[in-house]
């Protein structure tokens, strides 16, 4: 469904670092974003981050899925941690039900998207036997659904994604492939959980 949407995306959050698509020059995007998170850095640079910095852009590069509309790395701080955030449009009939998978579920509101929802949870890593946060908001129109995705994480990664992640859904904008903008409508029978950013859910 995503080839003919069209997506505007910017934040005023730092650590946006967009992915070029498969098949892009990838050895001189890691080289310029590189540059920048070492400017990014500063005084917390070192001579391990030169090598280390250049392998991680290219681990999350090796992650750009072909259905991403957008995808990012997003470096919320001055260390070496990135989330993977995806950005998909799906039939809304493709849309799991968030409550029976254990995940919590608030309501949010976008100003270019209108209202959604707020997932978040915990899913197990079965080649780590570890568990990791996910976090997705799905805006749906009732035909299609616009979903802005943390990938798994660990749980601190995600908490310190989250206010750049809130940033950013509250500035996209998404253009139907007839040109006309996307909105969403309200969820239908929502049941709301506790408020507020939540990485509740299975354990």
């Known amino acids: 469904m995503t080839a003919t949407w ?27 974003r590189t540059a920048a998170l070492r400017a990014a850095f500063g005084e917390r640079w070192s001579d391990d981050l ?10 999350g590069l090796d992650r750009r899925e ?3 509309l957008l995808s990012w790395q997003l ?14 449009v799906v039939p809304s009939a493709a849309l799991p039900d968030f409550h029976a998978a254990g995940a919590a579920v608030q309501p ?16 197990r890593l079965e080649e780590a036997s570890a568990s990791a946060a996910v976090a997705v908001l799905a805006f749906d129109d009732g ?9 798994p994480t660990v749980a601190e990664v995600a908490d310190l994604s989250a206010p750049a992640l809130l940033d950013l859904v509250d500035r996209i904008e998404l253009e139907r492939p007839d040109g006309s903008a996307f909105r969403a409508e309200p969820p239908v029978g929502l049941v ?9 859910g299975a354990a």
């Open 6 to 32: 069209r997506i505007s995306a910017s934040s005023a959050a730092p650590g946006w670092l967009g992915m070029p698509p498969l098949g892009a020059d990838d050895g001189h995007w890691v080289a310029e």
């Open 50 to 59: 030169d090598r280390a910095v250049p392998a991680l852009l290219r681990a």
């Open 66 to 68: 072909a259905d991403d």
């Open 75 to 88: 470096w919320p701080v001055a260390l070496p941690v990135f989330s993977i955030v995806r950005a998909r």
């Open 108 to 123: 949010i509101e976008s100003s270019t998207l209108g209202p959604g929802v707020q997932v978040t949870g915990r899913v």
């Open 143 to 151: 035909e299609a659904a616009f979903a802005l995705s943390i990938d």
């Open 192 to 200: 709301a959980d506790e408020a507020g950013w939540s990485l509740g």
